[in-house]
């Protein structure tokens, strides 16, 4: 079973950043892409950014220019830089993974999700 753990979220004000981290770990799998969501109270979860290995990172309009997203192939991370935050970008964070698992003989693609990390930022 493949797992991914985040951690990095926290309260900050206005301007502040932080970075969030997200691990994934298990056996016998192949990472297609890792990315990141979030989900405001009472509103839809949206892609924030997504990362591969081969292509060009992709973001959500609102975060361009103060998000970065990188990964570390070594250690089955992804991690997400977050800088100029404002109140807007309030939300729970998700860690999301496209993954190829060897079952038997074929491969089983499956989207796996973090538990979630809360970013708050004051105004």
């Known amino acids: 079973q493949v797992q991914l753990v985040e951690s990095g979220g926290g309260l900050v004000q206005a301007g502040g950043s932080l970075r969030l981290s997200c691990a994934a770990s298990?056996?016998?799998?192949?990472?297609?892409?890792m990315g990141w969501y979030r989900q405001a109270p009472g509103k839809e979860r949206e892609l924030v950014a997504r990362y591969t290995r081969a292509g060009t990172p992709n973001y959500a309009d609102s975060v361009k220019g103060r998000f970065t997203i990188s990964g570390d192939s070594a250690k089955n991370s992804v991690y997400l830089q977050m800088n100029n935050l404002t109140p807007e970008d309030t939300a729970v964070y998700y860690c999301n993974a496209r993954i190829s698992r060897l079952i038997g003989l074929r491969w089983n693609v499956s989207d796996y999700w973090g538990q979630g990390t809360q970013v708050t930022v004051s105004s």
């Open positions: 298990g056996s016998r799998f192949s990472i297609n892409y």
